[in-house]
Protein backbone atom coordinates (compact mmCIF):
# COMPACT_ATOMS: atom_id res chain seq x y z
CA UNK A 1 0.00 0.00 0.00
CA UNK A 2 1.63 3.26 -1.14
CA UNK A 3 0.49 7.07 -0.99
CA UNK A 4 -0.50 6.73 -4.28
CA UNK A 5 -3.24 4.17 -3.89
CA UNK A 6 -4.82 6.08 -1.27
CA UNK A 7 -4.88 8.89 -3.38
CA UNK A 8 -6.51 6.86 -5.86
CA UNK A 9 -8.90 6.10 -3.73
CA UNK A 10 -9.74 9.38 -2.19
CA UNK A 11 -10.57 10.57 -5.88
CA UNK A 12 -12.61 7.43 -6.68
CA UNK A 13 -14.36 8.68 -3.83
CA UNK A 14 -14.82 11.95 -4.46
CA UNK A 15 -15.55 11.65 -8.07
CA UNK A 16 -17.84 8.90 -7.72
CA UNK A 17 -16.89 6.56 -10.18
CA UNK A 18 -13.29 5.01 -11.92
CA UNK A 19 -13.98 6.25 -15.13
CA UNK A 20 -14.02 9.66 -13.67
CA UNK A 21 -10.98 9.38 -10.95
CA UNK A 22 -9.19 8.15 -14.34
CA UNK A 23 -9.90 11.33 -15.86
CA UNK A 24 -9.06 13.54 -13.36
CA UNK A 25 -5.65 11.61 -12.58
CA UNK A 26 -4.76 11.34 -16.09
CA UNK A 27 -4.77 7.77 -16.03
CA UNK A 28 -6.65 5.17 -17.91
CA UNK A 29 -9.14 2.84 -16.26
CA UNK A 30 -7.74 -0.07 -15.20
CA UNK A 31 -5.09 1.12 -13.61
CA UNK A 32 -7.58 2.87 -11.26
CA UNK A 33 -9.37 -0.63 -11.09
CA UNK A 34 -6.22 -2.08 -10.15
CA UNK A 35 -5.07 0.53 -7.46
CA UNK A 36 -8.62 -0.26 -5.34
CA UNK A 37 -8.33 -3.96 -6.02
CA UNK A 38 -4.78 -3.70 -3.91
CA UNK A 39 -6.23 -2.20 -1.34
CA UNK A 40 -9.13 -4.49 -0.79
CA UNK A 41 -6.41 -7.18 -0.71
CA UNK A 42 -4.70 -5.32 1.37
CA UNK A 43 -6.96 -4.58 3.94
CA UNK A 44 -9.12 -7.63 3.37
CA UNK A 45 -12.56 -5.61 2.74
CA UNK A 46 -14.43 -4.57 0.55
CA UNK A 47 -14.38 -0.98 -0.41
CA UNK A 48 -16.99 -0.33 -2.73
CA UNK A 49 -19.99 -2.25 -3.49
CA UNK A 50 -21.31 -1.76 -7.46
CA UNK A 51 -24.67 -1.64 -8.29
CA UNK A 52 -24.71 -0.68 -12.10
CA UNK A 53 -22.42 1.54 -13.54
CA UNK A 54 -22.86 3.35 -10.17
CA UNK A 55 -20.32 2.78 -6.81
CA UNK A 56 -20.83 3.33 -3.09
CA UNK A 57 -18.69 3.44 -0.03
CA UNK A 58 -19.34 0.01 1.87
CA UNK A 59 -18.72 1.07 5.98
CA UNK A 60 -15.33 -0.28 5.14
CA UNK A 61 -14.83 2.41 2.95
CA UNK A 62 -16.03 5.42 4.87
CA UNK A 63 -13.46 4.58 7.60
CA UNK A 64 -10.33 4.47 5.49
CA UNK A 65 -11.23 7.48 3.42
CA UNK A 66 -10.97 9.31 6.85
CA UNK A 67 -8.04 7.85 7.42
CA UNK A 68 -6.72 8.21 3.49
CA UNK A 69 -7.73 11.95 4.15
CA UNK A 70 -5.52 12.68 7.10
CA UNK A 71 -2.38 10.61 5.82
CA UNK A 72 -2.72 12.71 2.59
CA UNK A 73 -3.30 15.73 4.42
CA UNK A 74 -0.47 14.59 6.42
CA UNK A 75 2.20 13.84 3.84
CA UNK A 76 1.36 17.35 1.77
CA UNK A 77 2.27 18.62 5.18
CA UNK A 78 5.44 17.11 5.26
CA UNK A 79 6.25 17.58 1.76
CA UNK A 80 5.37 21.58 2.67
CA UNK A 81 7.97 21.57 5.65
CA UNK A 82 10.81 20.19 4.23
CA UNK A 83 10.51 21.99 1.33
CA UNK A 84 10.16 25.10 3.15
CA UNK A 85 13.16 23.65 5.27
CA UNK A 86 15.25 23.11 2.24
CA UNK A 87 15.11 26.60 1.14
CA UNK A 88 14.87 28.44 4.39
CA UNK A 89 15.24 26.42 7.65
CA UNK A 90 17.90 25.20 10.08
CA UNK A 91 21.59 25.26 9.94
CA UNK A 92 24.18 24.06 12.11
CA UNK A 93 27.55 26.67 11.59
CA UNK A 94 30.52 25.77 13.84
CA UNK A 95 33.51 27.84 14.03
CA UNK A 96 37.01 27.95 15.88
CA UNK A 97 37.52 30.49 18.46
CA UNK A 98 39.49 33.21 16.50
CA UNK A 99 36.72 33.31 13.78
CA UNK A 100 33.44 32.67 16.20
CA UNK A 101 34.62 35.98 18.22
CA UNK A 102 35.92 38.26 15.37
CA UNK A 103 33.70 37.11 12.63
CA UNK A 104 30.83 35.01 12.69
CA UNK A 105 28.24 36.83 14.99
CA UNK A 106 28.60 39.39 12.22
CA UNK A 107 28.17 36.96 9.27
CA UNK A 108 25.06 35.80 10.73
CA UNK A 109 23.57 39.17 11.72
CA UNK A 110 24.06 40.26 7.88
CA UNK A 111 23.04 36.75 6.42
CA UNK A 112 19.44 37.12 8.91
CA UNK A 113 19.26 40.73 6.62
CA UNK A 114 18.89 38.93 3.43
CA UNK A 115 17.48 35.52 4.45
CA UNK A 116 15.38 36.14 7.13
CA UNK A 117 13.58 32.70 7.48
CA UNK A 118 16.49 30.87 7.93
CA UNK A 119 18.19 29.68 11.54
CA UNK A 120 21.71 29.43 11.99
CA UNK A 121 22.43 27.45 15.42
CA UNK A 122 26.31 28.54 15.53
CA UNK A 123 28.60 26.44 18.09
CA UNK A 124 32.41 27.79 18.71
CA UNK A 125 34.90 25.89 19.97
CA UNK A 126 38.53 24.83 19.40
CA UNK A 127 39.23 23.22 15.49
CA UNK A 128 39.70 19.54 16.45
CA UNK A 129 36.23 19.57 18.21
CA UNK A 130 34.81 21.27 15.61
CA UNK A 131 36.60 18.81 12.85
CA UNK A 132 34.77 15.91 14.90
CA UNK A 133 31.48 17.50 14.86
CA UNK A 134 31.60 17.72 11.36
CA UNK A 135 32.68 14.26 10.98
CA UNK A 136 30.14 12.98 13.13
CA UNK A 137 27.04 15.00 11.32
CA UNK A 138 26.25 17.44 14.57
CA UNK A 139 27.09 20.54 12.21
CA UNK A 140 26.37 21.11 8.79
CA UNK A 141 29.06 23.10 8.22
CA UNK A 142 31.95 24.94 10.14
CA UNK A 143 34.29 27.84 9.43
CA UNK A 144 37.82 27.18 10.84
CA UNK A 145 41.50 27.98 11.16
CA UNK A 146 44.15 25.65 11.29
CA UNK A 147 45.16 22.90 9.56
CA UNK A 148 42.48 19.55 8.00
CA UNK A 149 43.79 17.01 7.72
CA UNK A 150 40.58 14.34 7.13
CA UNK A 151 40.03 13.08 3.79
CA UNK A 152 36.78 13.30 4.32
CA UNK A 153 36.41 17.02 4.25
CA UNK A 154 35.67 19.34 1.91
CA UNK A 155 37.71 22.56 2.40
CA UNK A 156 37.25 26.05 0.73
CA UNK A 157 40.33 28.57 1.75
CA UNK A 158 38.31 32.03 1.99
CA UNK A 159 40.82 34.09 3.94
CA UNK A 160 44.94 34.59 4.74
CA UNK A 161 45.12 35.18 8.27
CA UNK A 162 48.24 35.99 10.29
CA UNK A 163 49.52 35.20 13.79
CA UNK A 164 51.00 38.75 15.43
CA UNK A 165 52.79 39.16 18.50
CA UNK A 166 51.63 41.04 21.57
CA UNK A 167 52.76 42.35 24.85
CA UNK A 168 52.35 43.97 27.72
CA UNK A 169 52.27 48.14 27.42
CA UNK A 170 55.30 48.12 29.60
CA UNK A 171 57.31 45.26 28.23
CA UNK A 172 60.75 46.78 26.73
CA UNK A 173 59.90 45.32 23.46
CA UNK A 174 56.73 47.61 23.35
CA UNK A 175 58.45 50.50 22.99
CA UNK A 176 61.56 48.37 20.70
CA UNK A 177 58.24 47.75 18.44
CA UNK A 178 60.44 45.45 16.29
CA UNK A 179 62.40 42.41 17.31
CA UNK A 180 64.51 39.25 15.50
CA UNK A 181 63.18 35.50 16.09
CA UNK A 182 66.17 34.66 18.38
CA UNK A 183 64.96 37.57 21.11
CA UNK A 184 61.46 35.35 22.10
CA UNK A 185 63.90 32.44 22.91
CA UNK A 186 63.00 31.24 26.60
CA UNK A 187 59.96 33.68 27.06
CA UNK A 188 56.77 33.15 27.88
CA UNK A 189 53.91 32.46 26.46
CA UNK A 190 50.04 32.25 27.00
CA UNK A 191 48.93 30.33 24.66
CA UNK A 192 45.02 28.17 23.53
CA UNK A 193 44.37 25.10 25.06
CA UNK A 194 44.88 21.43 22.89
CA UNK A 195 43.33 21.22 20.01
CA UNK A 196 43.39 24.62 19.15
CA UNK A 197 44.18 25.44 15.26
CA UNK A 198 46.02 28.57 16.88
CA UNK A 199 48.39 26.71 18.99
CA UNK A 200 48.85 24.12 16.55
CA UNK A 201 50.16 26.75 14.18
CA UNK A 202 52.25 28.89 16.46
CA UNK A 203 53.73 25.89 18.18
CA UNK A 204 55.03 24.29 14.43
CA UNK A 205 56.68 27.95 13.76
CA UNK A 206 58.07 27.99 17.11
CA UNK A 207 59.31 24.82 16.14
CA UNK A 208 60.56 25.09 12.73
CA UNK A 209 62.63 28.35 13.99
CA UNK A 210 64.24 26.46 16.90
CA UNK A 211 63.01 28.68 19.10
CA UNK A 212 62.78 27.42 22.90
CA UNK A 213 60.07 29.07 24.75
CA UNK A 214 58.00 28.54 28.36
CA UNK A 215 54.00 28.37 28.80
CA UNK A 216 52.50 30.84 31.22
CA UNK A 217 49.27 30.17 31.18
CA UNK A 218 46.86 28.13 28.81
CA UNK A 219 43.21 29.50 28.27
CA UNK A 220 40.82 28.24 25.57
CA UNK A 221 39.51 32.02 24.50
CA UNK A 222 41.38 34.58 22.95
CA UNK A 223 40.10 37.15 25.26
CA UNK A 224 41.32 35.61 28.48
CA UNK A 225 44.60 35.30 26.37
CA UNK A 226 44.43 39.33 26.05
CA UNK A 227 43.63 39.98 29.15
CA UNK A 228 46.98 37.79 30.73
CA UNK A 229 49.01 39.40 28.39
CA UNK A 230 47.39 43.16 29.20
CA UNK A 231 48.54 41.62 33.09
CA UNK A 232 52.04 41.04 32.36
CA UNK A 233 52.03 37.34 32.28
CA UNK A 234 53.77 36.93 29.04
CA UNK A 235 53.15 37.06 25.22
CA UNK A 236 51.21 35.68 22.49
CA UNK A 237 50.80 35.19 18.88
CA UNK A 238 47.09 36.10 17.87
CA UNK A 239 45.26 36.97 15.10
CA UNK A 240 45.84 39.74 13.12
CA UNK A 241 41.77 40.15 13.38
CA UNK A 242 41.64 40.47 16.86
CA UNK A 243 44.91 41.83 18.01
CA UNK A 244 43.90 45.38 15.99
CA UNK A 245 41.16 45.66 18.64
CA UNK A 246 42.86 44.84 21.47
CA UNK A 247 45.61 47.20 20.91
CA UNK A 248 43.18 50.46 20.26
CA UNK A 249 41.99 49.77 23.29
CA UNK A 250 45.58 50.14 25.21
CA UNK A 251 44.76 47.01 26.24
CA UNK A 252 48.27 45.09 25.03
CA UNK A 253 51.03 46.32 21.98
CA UNK A 254 51.83 44.77 18.87
CA UNK A 255 55.63 43.63 18.38
CA UNK A 256 56.68 43.09 14.81
CA UNK A 257 58.64 40.52 13.85
CA UNK A 258 59.64 40.28 10.45
CA UNK A 259 61.98 37.61 9.93
CA UNK A 260 59.26 35.41 11.87
CA UNK A 261 55.82 34.99 9.51
CA UNK A 262 52.96 32.80 10.90
CA UNK A 263 50.48 32.40 7.95
CA UNK A 264 47.41 30.41 7.63
CA UNK A 265 43.60 29.83 5.25
CA UNK A 266 40.56 30.29 7.28
CA UNK A 267 38.67 27.20 5.75
CA UNK A 268 35.03 26.55 4.86
CA UNK A 269 34.42 23.00 5.84
CA UNK A 270 31.51 20.66 5.46
CA UNK A 271 31.95 16.19 5.21
CA UNK A 272 32.25 15.46 1.53
CA UNK A 273 28.94 12.96 2.26
CA UNK A 274 27.17 16.45 3.29
CA UNK A 275 23.85 16.86 0.98
CA UNK A 276 23.95 20.63 0.36
CA UNK A 277 20.24 21.97 1.21
CA UNK A 278 19.07 25.40 -0.62
CA UNK A 279 19.85 27.09 2.67
CA UNK A 280 22.96 26.02 3.05
CA UNK A 281 24.19 26.69 -0.17
CA UNK A 282 23.03 30.23 0.05
CA UNK A 283 24.57 30.47 3.30
CA UNK A 284 28.29 29.14 1.64
CA UNK A 285 27.76 31.59 -0.83
CA UNK A 286 27.51 34.56 1.40
CA UNK A 287 30.10 33.44 3.72
CA UNK A 288 32.74 33.47 0.69
CA UNK A 289 31.49 37.11 -0.57
CA UNK A 290 31.63 38.27 2.86
CA UNK A 291 35.53 37.14 3.28
CA UNK A 292 36.03 38.41 -0.02
CA UNK A 293 35.00 41.68 1.09
CA UNK A 294 36.42 41.78 4.22
CA UNK A 295 39.89 41.02 2.26
CA UNK A 296 39.39 44.09 -0.19
CA UNK A 297 38.38 46.47 2.16
CA UNK A 298 39.70 45.51 5.72
CA UNK A 299 37.71 43.94 8.75
CA UNK A 300 38.61 46.65 10.95
CA UNK A 301 36.22 49.00 8.58
CA UNK A 302 33.35 46.94 8.13
CA UNK A 303 33.21 46.65 11.67
CA UNK A 304 34.33 47.17 15.79
CA UNK A 305 35.25 43.49 17.25
CA UNK A 306 34.72 43.68 20.85
CA UNK A 307 37.12 41.05 22.51
Known amino acids: ?23 HLHMTQPPVSQAIAELEEYYGVKLFERFGRKIYLTNEGEKLYSYASHILA ?27 TAILPFIIKDFYQSYPKTYIQPVVDNTTTIIKMIETAKLDMAIVEGLVSSADIIKIPVYDDELVLICPSEHPYAKKKIIEPHELENQHFV ?16 HEYNIKWNIAGVFNSTEAIINAVHCGLG ?7 LADEAIKRQKVEL ?11 FNIV ?3 NKFISNAMEKFLGYCQRYFGSIAYVGVGKNHLFNV
Do not use: W
Open 1 to 23: MTLRHLKIFLTVCEKGSMTAAAN
Open 74 to 100: LADEAQKQLLDLSQNGILRVGASMTIG
Open 191 to 206: IREEGSGTREIFEAAM
Open 235 to 241: FSFISQL
Open 255 to 265: VKVPKLKIKRK
Open 270 to 272: YHK
